[in-house]
């Protein structure tokens, strides 16, 4: 088949228009964590058949709690967000260890998250992860030391060969974000018409509702002395590794310390 010129330059010009409208697209790589892979089939944490690959099975802290705080006296973080406490091992019976890696403790977490570049993650942290002291990058520290260290999935040895040091309580912050991130605790009370007042009061069982519809089972609740709600813990079981594994809700093991009824959720005063 033939051409004329004036078809052929018709031809290019349409190829070049069209090139030009459709730019590259790129499949981003998810390279936020460069830990082994666990194979899907890895036993939870806490059950009766463990895995071999420790890097695939916490233990012994095989329970993982996400803990929110609502701080309103002083008003502490957003006034429409619980602020974000901590990602917590606790043994499987409930107790903990702590401070487990001297060797592997930080001095500084704000020194550490800006010496790789994390500006992102530490502006999120400077938002909702607040200490009530204002005491933020204490709070972080005392955070990873205590528990951070306690996480046998996410140790140097777990990593590739690409591991830098520190980077394991790097990790450890942006899942802690992460997964503070899918737990809206906040919009979930308010989603149930439970709102910041200093006059209306709820049930115990009104929290607990609107929160375990949308986590899938009961939580932790505290209140402080005035009945005021102050803290919810999310309790997980772990299929794999903690910063890549599944997060599965599981019931607290710890008994909820809120009245029954007269819950205040107050609002945060400035």
């Known amino acids: 088949m033939q051409f004329s010129s004036s078809t052929l330059l018709t031809l290019a010009l349409t190829l070049v228009k069209s090139t030009a409208a459709t730019p590259t697209q790129f ?14 089939d890895s036993p939870l944490s806490c059950s009766t058949s463990s895995s071999s690959d420790s890097c695939c099975f916490e233990s012994p802290g095989g329970v993982l709690l996400q803990t929110q705080f609502w701080d309103y006296d002083p008003a502490t973080g957003p006034s429409d967000a619980f602020t974000l406490h901590g990602l917590w091992p606790d043994l499987c019976d409930g107790s903990y260890k702590q401070y487990c890696d001297d060797s592997n403790q930080i001095h500084s977490a704000e020194s550490v998250l800006n010496n790789f570049g994390e500006s992102e993650l530490l502006s999120k942290m400077q938002e909702v992860w607040k200490d009530y002291k204002g005491n933020d990058d204490d709070l972080w520290t005392h955070e990873f030391n205590k528990h951070g260290t306690c996480l046998s999935t996410i140790k140097p040895s777990c990593y590739t060969s690409d591991y830098k040091d520190n980077q394991d309580a790097v990790d450890y912050y942006k899942k802690a974000v992460e997964l503070y991130e899918s737990l809206p605790t906040y919009k979930w009370l308010t989603e149930a018409g439970i709102t910041p007042s200093d006059s209306e009061t709820y049930t115990s069982q009104q929290i607990q509702d609107a929160l375990s519809q949308n986590f899938g089972q009961d939580v932790y609740i505290k209140c402080d002395k005035n009945n005021g709600l102050q803290e919810v813990w999310y309790f997980h079981h772990l299929k794999g590794n903690a910063l890549t594994g599944e997060y599965v809700p599981i019931e607290p093991l710890n008994d909820s310390k809120c009245p029954d009824s007269g819950v205040y959720f107050y609002p945060k005063n400035s």
Do not use: N
């Open 27 to 40: 499949i981003k790589r998810d390279d936020t964590f460069g830990v082994k892979s666990c194979p899907s």
